[in-house]
């Protein structure tokens, strides 16, 4: 796969305060962005990058706080969330995802899988703080989960949402994604209660910007539907495709032939 040839460099890595006891760990493009949950008995994370971001992650986590980490929750399989999770894994950490992602990982015979499996809804409740994990379908992959903190009404929102130009949607069909019924799944994840969103790449976000992402997923299989009606060629798509969706060569790869079967 084309994700693992990325990540061979650690990203530079700056941290962003949503709330008092609530963060992103961001950086550039790629790997994805962490979420960090602060409480008196420790830490809990969404994603953790790839795995040579693992020391400077856990570095940053240590200027926001002293308290141990307990807790990762990966919001899907891909590399660059769950990279972190062998080692995170030595450090006594327990890392969470869908029955999806890690049946994903099982398959691929992926290092850090999951040490328990959520179905549809679970609630990690860490120093009297709740963080609420939810499945509402496919996207992206099988297996993308969204973590709703609802005290501080942010959504860490995994790669069903990434956040600007350089970061289009991309559907790993390879690993269950689904461009056609992304749509449905946003819709779930946006009847929750929260303001800010951390996308799974790019800078924080407002619940209003993840909307404008849902009406481009819609708008995105219609076009690529239409196209498909109109008998254009796989060039004529894969024009507009870059034109006007920004498609790079990541989405042609691990998308293309999938969501042109999906919306014949
Ligand atoms: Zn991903």
Redesign the pocket.
Known sequence: MAYSQMGSQPAKLSTVKIANDLYMIHNDIVPGNTTVLVTDEGVLLVDDKFAVDHDNLVAEVKKITPKPIKYVIST?H?A??TGGNPAMQKMDVKVIASEQARQNMLDSKQPGQPDIAVEHHATVTLGGKVAEIYYFGRA?TNGDVVVLFPADRVLAAG?IFTFGDATPQLT?YSGGGSAKEWTTTLDGAMKLDFDNVVP?HGNLAKKADMKAFRDVTLKLRNTVHDLQAQKKSRTEISDVLKKDYKWGDLQFLVSLDGILAETR
């Open positions: 899907h891909h660059d969330h992206h790669d790993d799974g």
